[in-house]
């Protein structure tokens, strides 16, 4: 009885470190996923502070005198629409209702 | 002769076997025992390995970010821009001792770097003391300055923090210290928060507005060349400030020690006599309190008060003697709004103004938040504080109060920080039901109606209301000839969602620039009067008619 008590702590620990192993592995593809990762997250934060910094208010404003000032124009709020999806019916409305009461 | 010997050996034997059958099963015990411990031994080593390979990778993960101690997390906008960037740059630097040839270096260093002064770098290699070589260098040039293979480079990791926004968030960020401690602002306030997380702090705030907004801001300065401005934008649902601006700012990328009191933070340091506007909180009160309502009529109203010393008078001397409670907000009248105080009296007006958090100083985001100056109540201080004189606050206050009258008297926390829905606390009335709408009512008629004082501000499709204040600022004394113009608007009106504060501190009367009339045709060349009707209004007008489209297209309340 004793014999097998012990034979099945060593078949369980036997396992424990198989499984262990085996898990090592995934972890190892983890670790190197994660490192291949970390210059790739870092890169895509210094394009997104290139783009922030390009598409900011202040450099849109300085493109526009440079090179769109007859292309951008100001559209009235009054003349903006919006469109509702109504079944299989599209219905326009104006974005902004007037209040006929003023 | 047969005599044989028997000889018994059983007990003998016996004996024996068991002396020889007790060692065994001692032996086979031992045995399985080793063969246990030498299996245990070894499982333990190998367990201690796995976890030592845990942990390395755990060490990893916590190297994921910047293991440098001087990191502090990026602050973002609502929107997900960058406002403030830790970036990592590499500085180099040579040390001339272990230069092996010097012409060599020297040729390679000018085909990387083509335009340094390569006669003053020699100089300072026949020096042979370190030097710094070049400062931030692209990652494209540190590959190839590495591959030169030479000893005496010496490249060092460095953190900068770098605002991409430059002037347009200063007064919210503000600034830190060269030992990486934040002295002002958002880093000061939330420097430990800073220092410990690799997240991103998020902002309620969106750089297209701000950006509009200053720019109307910078271009008024010229035109009224005031002292300086403010602006806040808020939400008035929930205190999420979409913009809170201070002029004169200044860039942060330049880290200049600001000792000019003209740069404090206006919006939420300065604290001001700011006048007419607080006209809606005496009359919201007295709603309040069910002493009157709109249609109320104080009838034979003075044209001069003189209360101690100092007399109240009517900025209008047109202004009819008798009055509904609308009217005397609408027209802005000091004396009716003194006899609505006097209804009131000391204890509801100051309970009032406590509940919507003018009177004390308030929390806030950031440290730099002013403190409105304490007095004495009397009757003579019911009546100047019922038409907003000798009482101060802050614009940030102004517009808590602004949002709470307006959103259905609802107490909000404005802030600066980004929060989840579910994070938001669970509104709670401070304001009984129904005074909201009675007001909102009046401040859309100050706009529209021409016996308002803020028709500049009616821009189609915005439903602008709203209250002006001008008031004189305090002096040795008594009070000087400067001004403080203040608009608190409110939009749009019939569902109110935004509180836009605007404040001209010493602004003065232009000459030269023309105003575009909302309520009736034609222009007007010129500031007829110095009065926040004739400033301030005039900039939220163009202020709403820049911001209104994104707010009523792209801005999303999340």
């Not at chain 1, 210059?39 to 502070?49: A, T, W, Y």
């Not at chain 2, 003194?338 to 103004?353: D, S």
Request: contains cysteine; glycine residues 6%.
């Amino acid at each position: 009885m004793k014999q097998l008590v012990l034979v099945v702590i060593f078949v369980l620990i036997l396992i424990t470190s198989l499984v262990k192993n085996s898990t090592k592995e995934i972890e190892d593809q983890i670790f190197v996923i994660n490192e291949n990762i970390r210059p790739l997250k870092s890169e895509l934060e210094d394009v997104l502070l290139e783009f922030n910094y390009l598409s900011s208010p202040e450099k849109l404003v300085q493109y526009q005198t440079q090179y769109f000032e007859k292309d951008l124009i100001k559209i009235e709020i009054m003349n903006i629409k919006e469109i509702i999806e109504n079944n299989e019916t599209l219905e326009i409305n104006d974005l902004i209702k007037k209040n006929s009461n003023e | 002769m047969n005599n044989k010997k028997n000889i018994i050996l059983e007990e003998y034997e016996n004996e024996f076997l068991y002396k020889k059958s007790k060692t065994n099963l001692d032996i086979q015990f031992n045995r399985i025992a080793f063969i246990f411990f030498v299996f245990l031994m070894i499982s333990v080593i190998y367990s201690i390995q796995l976890l030592h390979l845990g942990s390395l990778k755990s060490d990893v993960q916590t190297n994921y970010a910047p293991s440098i101690k001087d990191y502090r997390a990026d602050i973002i906008d609502r929107n997900g821009n960058y406002l403030v960037k830790t970036v990592s740059s590499i500085d180099i630097g040579i040390s001339p001792i272990e230069v092996i040839d010097k012409q060599k270096l020297l040729i390679n260093l000018k085909w990387i770097f083509p335009e340094k002064d390569y006669v003053e770098v020699e100089k300072k290699l026949n020096k042979n003391k370190f030097f710094n070589f070049e400062k931030k260098i692209s990652s494209t040039n540190y590959q190839k300055i590495m591959s030169l293979g030479d000893k005496s480079i010496r490249p060092e990791e460095q953190l900068t923090r770098i605002y991409p926004q430059k002037n347009l968030f200063s007064h919210i960020i503000g600034q830190i210290d060269d030992d990486n401690k934040g002295i002002s602002g958002l880093e000061k306030s939330f420097n430990e928060k800073l220092k410990q997380t690799n997240e991103p702090l998020k902002l309620t705030v969106d750089t297209d507005i701000q950006f509009l907004i200053r720019e109307e801001l910078v271009k008024f300065q010229s035109i009224f060349r005031s002292k300086g401005s403010a602006a806040i934008l808020m939400n008035v649902n929930n205190g999420e400030i979409i913009s809170l601006v201070s002029y004169p700012d200044f860039d942060l990328n330049k880290r200049e020690k600001i000792v000019d009191l003209n740069f404090i933070n206006r919006a939420t340091k300065g604290v001001y006599e700011l006048g007419s506007v607080f006209k809606t909180f005496t009359v919201a009160a007295g709603l309040e309190e069910g002493l009157i309502d709109t249609d109320t009529e104080f009838l034979n109203l003075e044209k001069r008060l003189q209360c101690g010393k100092s007399s109240i008078s009517e900025y209008d001397n047109k202004i009819p003697s008798d009055l509904t409670v609308e009217q005397i907000l609408i027209r802005s009248g000091n004396v009716g709004s003194v006899r609505i105080g006097q209804k009131l009296e000391i204890i509801k007006l100051k309970n009032f103004l406590e509940k919507i958090g003018v009177l004390k100083k308030m929390k806030f985001d950031i440290n730099e938040v002013g403190e409105p100056i304490p007095f004495r109540w009397g009757k003579c201080k019911l009546a100047t504080v019922s038409y907003g004189h000798g009482i101060t606050t802050t614009p940030l206050q102004l517009a808590r109060a602004y949002a709470i009258i307006s959103n259905g008297g609802f107490d909000i926390e404005p802030s600066l920080i980004k929060k989840d829905l579910k994070n938001y606390q669970q509104k709670k009335r401070i304001i009984k039901a129904g005074i909201s709408e009675k007001i909102n009512t009046i401040l859309r008629k100050i706009v529209t109606t021409k016996e308002g004082t803020a028709g500049l501000a009616n821009i189609e499709g915005y439903e602008v209301g709203g209250k002006t204040g001008t008031a004189n600022k305090t002096s040795i004394g008594g009070y000087s000839k400067a001004k403080v113009n203040t608009f608190a608007g409110i939009f749009p009106i019939s569902n109110p969602k935004y509180v836009l504060i605007v404040l001209f501190d010493e602004p003065k009367t232009s000459s030269e620039y023309i105003y575009e009339y909302k309520n009736k045709k034609g222009s007007y060349k010129g500031t007829p009067f110095n009065t926040a009707g004739w400033t301030s209004v005039e900039v939220a007008g163009k202020i709403i008619e820049k911001i209104g489209p994104i707010l009523a297209t792209k801005h999303i309340e999340n």
